[in-house]
Every structure is written in C-alpha cells, then in structure tokens.
C-alpha cells in the first residue's frame, strides 16, 4: 500500500483556517484599499480641476465609507461627501467635473484614471493584510 508524506502542511492547515475567517479580515483589507484609492482620487481630481479657479474642497471631500457586508459580499464606496463653502452638494461637483454640464463645461474624466492607478497598488496593500493576517 503507497504512503505520502507532506512536511509543512500543519502550517498551511492553519493558515488557511485564518484565512476562512473572511469577516474578520477583508474589513481590514478594504480599508488599506478604500484608502489607496482615497489618495489618487484626491489627486486625480486636483489634476483635473486645476484649471485656476478650483478651491480643493471637492478633492478634500473624498473619503471611503467604512466597511459594510451585505448579500454580494463586503464593499467600501470611496465618493465625495457634504457640500462646499458655496453650499454646492460636492457630489454634483464630481458629476460635472466628470462629465461636463452639456453646455459651457467640457468634461475632465478622472474616474478611470484614479481606478486604473489604484488597481496594483490596492491589490498589493490588501494582499500585504491578508499576508500579516494569515502569516505568511
């Protein structure tokens, strides 16, 4: 009768019974991402606002709401929250910034630009998580 014999597996088995307690550590991992795409939202909106009249404040109104579970899974949403100085809803400032208001205001795109420059460096912050969390 054929016999194997697998050294280091008791490490893996454990590691990956950490790992199965998705609850407890994807909350963490979405914060380091919801945090990384914060920043290059941020920057990517002064870039595109930069045109000699914007104050910043729709940039600094970006933030990641925290982290919620519901039947899909677990989500954070990184958007602009509350209204300027002028009393402008900075939401509405985003929708046009992106988009442009159909007439006099072309539109400065910086939704993809921001999603594509945060995509390696969200996954490689949530991984380095979920790397402590599992110790590997």
């Excluded at 940039?59 to 929250?81: D, L, M, Q, W």
């Excluded at 009393?87 to 400032?93: A, L, S, T």
């Excluded at 442009?100 to 380095?128: I, L, V, W, Y």
Aim: include cysteine; glycine fraction near 12%.
């Amino acid at each position: 009768m054929a016999r194997i014999e697998v050294e280091g597996i008791d490490e893996l088995v454990a590691a990956l019974e950490k790992a199965g307690k998705a609850d407890d550590i994807v909350p963490q991992m979405l914060v380091e991402g919801g945090s990384t795409l914060q920043k290059n939202i941020r920057e990517e909106i002064t870039a595109a606002a930069n045109r000699g009249y914007a104050t910043g404040e729709l940039a600094k109104s970006v933030i990641p709401t925290p982290p919620e579970k519901n039947g899909f899974g677990h989500y954070v949403f990184v958007r602009p929250v509350g209204t300027d100085s002028k009393g402008v809803r900075n939401g509405e400032k985003w929708g046009y910034l992106e988009n442009g208001n159909g007439g006099s205001q072309k539109p400065h795109p910086f939704e993809d630009k921001a999603t594509k420059k945060s995509e390696t460096e969200c996954a490689e912050r949530m991984q380095q998580v979920y790397d402590r969390y599992v110790n590997l």
